[in-house]
């Protein structure tokens, strides 16, 4: 915590980008970071510096997410939650599955549990 970085300026260039509910590095390649945003999905593949919107099914801006996990042992596997729908992708984001959720409660945050990567835990709310 000697220096900080802050990603604010870069993430403007995405209308409410700036707005983060979740930051995850990924353990395997530490230059590549995601960030779950007012926005949508976030990724940078150089420490931050620059960022490009995940294509996911849902436009940008129509569907804020603030819930964001990836597996740690494949960081392929990410887990991103906007409204009441988890989206699941095993390519680092290039393809999506979508899984509605049986409630209308909204996905507020994802847990991959480190022992059993096919169990993946979601907290919903209003």
């Known amino acids: 915590g000697i220096t900080w970085q802050s990603f604010e300026e870069a993430l403007r260039e995405f209308r409410e980008g700036e707005k983060v509910g979740k930051l995850i590095i990924d353990s395997q390649r530490p230059n590549i970071i995601y960030a779950a945003s007012e926005y949508g999905l976030l990724r940078s593949s150089n420490?931050?510096?620059?960022?490009?919107?995940?294509?996911?099914?849902?436009?940008?801006?129509?569907?804020?997410?603030?819930?964001?996990?990836?597996?740690?042992?494949?960081?392929?596997?990410?887990?991103?939650?906007?409204?009441?729908?988890?989206?699941?992708s095993f390519d680092q984001g290039k393809?999506?599955?979508?899984?509605?959720?049986?409630?209308?409660?909204k996905v507020k945050t994802i847990a991959v549990d480190p022992i059993n990567?096919?169990?993946?835990?979601m907290g919903v709310g209003e």
Do not use: F
Request: glycine residues 8%.
């Open 47 to 88: 420490s931050g510096q620059t960022w490009q919107s995940v294509n996911i099914i849902v436009p940008p801006g129509s569907a804020p997410s603030l819930s964001l996990a990836v597996d740690q042992q494949n960081t392929d596997h990410i887990y991103y939650g906007a409204g009441s729908v988890l989206y699941r």
């Open 95 to 105: 393809n999506w599955t979508v899984r509605e959720l049986p409630t209308r409660g």
């Open 117 to 121: 990567p096919a169990i993946v835990y």
